[in-house]
C-alpha cells in the first residue's frame, strides 16, 4: 500500500537551513508527479513545491520560490526538500503526497524561532 514516511524537520534560527526527506513505498514512485505540503496551526493546507516524475521540472509558489528546492531521486523511491533563509512563517508541518494527493502521513514538524 502506497506509504510516505517524512523527516529532517527540527527546530532553527531565523535563516537557517533543513533538509527534508520523504521517503515512500508501495507504488511506482518514478511513475508519479509529487509535491510538498505544509500546514501550520490556524490555517488550511498549501501546497510548497511539485516536482515532475523525471525530476527536469519544478514548480514554487512566490513564497518559498529561490529560498526552498525539490528534488527526487527515484532510484531510491525518495524525495526531498531544501530549505535555505527560513523564515519564522515557514514554522509548519510538512508532508509529501502524490499530485493528486492520495494517502497523508504524520508529516514532519518545522519550527523556525530564535
Known amino acids: 500500500q502506497m506509504r510516505f514516511v517524512e523527516s529532517g524537520g527540527g527546530l532553527v534560527q531565523p535563516g537557517g537551513s533543513l533538509r527534508l526527506s520523504c521517503a515512500t513505498s508501495g507504488f511506482t514512485f518514478s511513475s508519479f508527479p509529487m509535491r510538498w505540503y505544509r500546514q501550520a496551526p490556524g490555517k488550511e493546507r498549501e501546497l510548497v513545491a511539485d516536482?515532475?516524475?523525471?525530476?527536469?521540472?519544478?514548480n514554487y509558489p512566490d513564497s518559498v520560490a529561490s529560498r526552498f528546492t525539490i528534488s527526487r531521486v527515484n532510484a531510491n523511491n525518495t524525495l526531498y526538500l531544501q530549505m535555505n533563509s527560513l523564515k519564522p512563517e515557514d514554522t509548519a508541518v510538512y508532508y509529501c503526497n502524490t499530485i493528486p494527493p492520495r494517502y497523508w502521513g504524520q508529516g514532519t514538524q518545522v519550527t523556525v524561532s530564535s
Open positions: 516536482i515532475n516524475p523525471t525530476g527536469s521540472l519544478t
